[in-house]
C-alpha cells in the first residue's frame, strides 16, 4: 500500500494517527490468564518491566511520546509513601467486614478507580 499501511487487516492512510487502547491490550485473555481478576502472584518471577520498551502487554504507565512523564517520581514515591505506611501501622478492616466483602474491581475513567472504595483502619504500631 503506497498511501499507507495495513494494521489489523484494516487499511490506514498515510499521516492517520492511531491511539492505541492500552486498558484493552492489559485486560486480553489471549495475553492473561483471568486478566479481570486481582492477581498479583502473577508477575512473581516473570520478565516483565514496565521500564522495558518492548513491553508489549505491559504498559501501565503508557508508551511512547505519550508516556507518563511522571513515571519515575511515581515509582519512587509510591515505594516511599507505602514502605512508611506499612512500617508505622497495622491494617484491619472496618468492624463487622470481612476480607471477602472487598471489592477489588475496577471503574474505568480517566484514573482507574475501585467500584467500591477501600476502607481500612490504621492501628499505630509505635
Known amino acids: 500500500m503506497a498511501d499507507g499501511a495495513e494494521v489489523g487487516g484494516f487499511a490506514v492512510s498515510k499521516g492517520t494517527k492511531l491511539i492505541v487502547n492500552l486498558w484493552a491490550i492489559m485486560r486480553d485473555p ?54 512508611s505506611v506499612l512500617h508505622a501501622f497495622e491494617w484491619r478492616l472496618p468492624d463487622g467486614m470481612q476480607p471477602c466483602d472487598v471489592d477489588v474491581r475496577g471503574r474505568f475513567g480517566t484514573s482507574l478507580k475501585m467500584v467500591t472504595p477501600l476502607k481500612a483502619v490504621p492501628v499505630p504500631l509505635f
Not at 508489549?56 to 515505594?79: D, Q, S
Open 30 to 83: 489471549a495475553l492473561w490468564k483471568q486478566p479481570e481478576e486481582f492477581i498479583p502472584e502473577r508477575f512473581l518471577g516473570a520478565d516483565m518491566d514496565f521500564r522495558r520498551k518492548d513491553q508489549g502487554e505491559f504498559m501501565p504507565f503508557g508508551a511512547g511520546r505519550r508516556a507518563c512523564p511522571g513515571t519515575p517520581m511515581a515509582t519512587r514515591v509510591v515505594t516511599l509513601i507505602l514502605a
